[in-house]
């Protein structure tokens, strides 16, 4: 079944909802998402939202400390815009009935690392399950949205689905929406838009270690890169320094490391060697409050040198209903695993968490796209430059899906947009694969080559190597692609490769170490390179 709206938004997560929500007070919305409407980085995220709230804090306090954690990137007007527009979309999350954690009638506001004020707004240690719940119900109440789970996009509508005009340049194409595979029928169905918002989150996935859930495969990433639509700043991927040594043995933890929230860090865990040793103060004056890239690092080089699979987060020292009061998931799950952490250490290591680069959007989430627009940890908005400061993605997420939802309601007034007849899915000719495993490898191999090539420390050589083995990949992968009936695995090997090359590609551009991109071939921050490094043309 085929469908025509308004407004297609792609993805269930904070961006995709808030701005459904926020559309549907003038358009109509079809809201598709690739499996449960919850399942999203979204529903994982622990430790909360940044915002200026205390009387005592400040807008330039907030804006001084994302600079300073962006190492030079930022986009000094768009992290202004954010952290201005924050208390107010802050509003309007409480206003749909966000619950944060509040303590004698006050938000309890707490502090991570990288921040100079305790600005963080969390409920518990699951805010984002509560911002999702939230969001879900109120966008159940709206008669004009409709949820579509089990659909996941596969590449944006545009003229050149035409086949008339074969040489189109990325200013004289348009958006129209996408082709989508209903992954519980098998159909591939074509969902038409007037405007579409991209808001489909991280690519976790393309390491084997990885805080994000399964659905993380940088689907966004990569059906920009295909359509020609400009990427920005990919190498820089934040490593989460302190996840779950072991969690894998949890079933629900079978393809993601269980996340000890930067909030454990922020209440006064040190982090120790094996020996039980302190090392932070080595590396850093603000300790095990460094900005995450300085404590990843800090990690990974103890690791090496010592030869460790993990090291210790300690928190044995604090006030035990204190700790269970303040961070019941962490408890329970580490309990889960028999480490009781008001007692014990907590073995963790660094796992990839969050990409700082993506499709580039101006402040009105407009991509290089027409009617194509982009909100939340899919973009790169200049806000967090080489790194992110911690708890400040959910607010860009915010900040850019109010301001998507504007811009979109003034292109749909604009530009009356005509939707052109744009022809079937045609899979005449393809083959169920009854080999499956296939797919699987791939996407092993993947992962395997980015941790061990394109991870905390990177060179020339080890991007090289990365480089080969993946264009190999993909010259399998595609020729598999074109053979075969679709099928949601391999879809996410197609846009896994074209992330891995995105990312490797950016690495090499940027011929300096910056933030959270540090390679032993320019282990040196260079001004000369002080630019994003955009990714426009698709070169495989
Ligand atoms: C464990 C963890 C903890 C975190 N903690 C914090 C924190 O405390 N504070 C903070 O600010 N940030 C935190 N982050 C980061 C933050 O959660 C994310 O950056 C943010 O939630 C991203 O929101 P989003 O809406 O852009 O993407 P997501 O929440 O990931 O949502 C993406 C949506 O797109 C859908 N989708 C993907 N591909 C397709 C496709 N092809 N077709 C259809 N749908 C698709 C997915 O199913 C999903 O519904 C954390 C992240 C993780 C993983």
Redesign the pocket.
Same mark, same amino acid.
């Given at each position: 079944m085929n469908y025509k709206t308004d407004v297609l938004v792609?993805?269930?997560?904070?961006?995709?909802l808030f701005a459904a929500l926020k559309i549907s007070e003038f358009a109509e919305v079809i809201l598709?998402?690739?499996?449960d409407k919850t399942?999203?980085?979204?529903n994982? =995220?622990?430790?909360?939202?940044a915002s200026v709230i205390d009387s005592n804090d400040s807008f330039e306090k907030h804006i001084q400390d994302t600079l300073i954690a962006g190492a030079g990137l930022c986009h000094r007007d768009t992290v202004e815009m954010m952290v201005k527009e924050g208390p107010e979309r802050i509003k309007d999350l409480i206003n749909i009935g966000t619950k944060f954690t509040e303590i004698n009638g006050k938000f309890d506001l707490v502090k991570e690392g990288g921040h100079s004020h305790s600005r963080i707004l969390h409920a518990k240690d699951l805010?984002?399950q509560e911002i999702e719940r939230a969001l879900i119900n109120s966008v159940n109440q709206r008669s004009n949205i409709i949820l579509l789970e089990n659909?996941?996009?596969i590449d944006f509508l545009t003229e050149h689905n035409l086949r008339k005009n074969k040489n189109l340049t990325i200013e004289n194409k348009n958006c129209y929406g996408v082709y =989508?595979l209903n992954s519980q029928t098998n159909e591939v169905v074509k969902i038409q838009s007037k405007a579409t918002l991209l808001?489909?989150?991280?690519l976790?996935q393309v390491y084997l270690h990885t805080?994000?859930p399964k659905?993380?495969t940088g689907?966004?990433f990569a059906m920009a890169y295909r359509a020609g639509v400009k990427i920005a700043n990919m190498e820089f991927i934040q490593f989460h320094p302190t996840a779950l040594f072991g969690s894998s043995s949890l079933p629900e933890f079978e393809s993601r490391s269980f996340?000890i929230?930067e909030a454990v860090r922020g209440f006064g865990g040190i982090l120790r060697t094996k020996d039980g040793n302190a090392f932070m103060e080595k590396y850093d004056p603000r300790k095990e409050l460094a900005p995450r890239d300085i404590v990843a690092r800090a990690i990974d080089n103890e690791l090496k040198k010592r030869g460790d699979e993990f090291i210790y987060l300690d928190i044995t020292f604090k006030d035990k209903n204190e700790i269970i009061e303040r961070f019941p998931n962490i408890y329970n799950t580490c309990l889960r695993l028999g480490i009781d952490i008001t007692t014990e250490f907590i073995p963790v290591v660094p796992s990839a968490?969050?990409v700082c680069g993506g499709v580039m959007v101006d402040k009105n989430a407009q991509t290089s796209l027409n009617g194509l627009y982009a909100c939340?940890?899919?973009t790169m908005t200049g806000v967090h430059g080489a790194n992110r400061l911690?708890?400040?993605?959910?607010?860009e997420?915010v900040v850019y899906s109010d301001r998507a939802a504007k811009s979109i309601k003034q292109f749909l007034e604009d530009k009356r947009v005509k939707l052109p007849e744009i022809p079937d899915w045609d899979d005449s000719g393809t083959l169920t694969q009854d080999e499956r495993v296939l797919v699987t490898h791939t996407i092993k191999e993947v992962k395997h080559t980015m941790w061990d090539y394109v991870g905390i420390v990177r060179s020339n050589q080890r991007l090289q190597r990365a480089k080969t083995r993946i264009f190999y990949l993909y010259q399998e992968n595609e020729s598999l692609y074109k053979k075969t009936k679709i099928y949601n695995d391999i879809l996410e090997a197609r846009n896994l490769i074209a992330c891995a090359y995105i990312i490797i590609k950016s690495a090499e551009m940027r011929k300096e170490s910056r933030g959270l991109h540090y390679t032993i071939d320019y282990p040196n921050t260079d001004d000369n390179y002080l630019s994003d490094t955009i990714i426009q043309n698709r070169t495989y």
């Open positions: 792609i993805g269930s997560g904070i961006a995709g598709i998402t690739k499996k399942e999203s980085n979204t994982y =995220a622990q430790g909360g939202i805010t984002g659909y996941t996009a =989508a808001a489909s989150g991280g976790g805080t994000n659905i993380a689907d966004g996340l929230s968490h969050y939340g940890e899919v911690a708890s400040n993605s959910l607010l997420a």
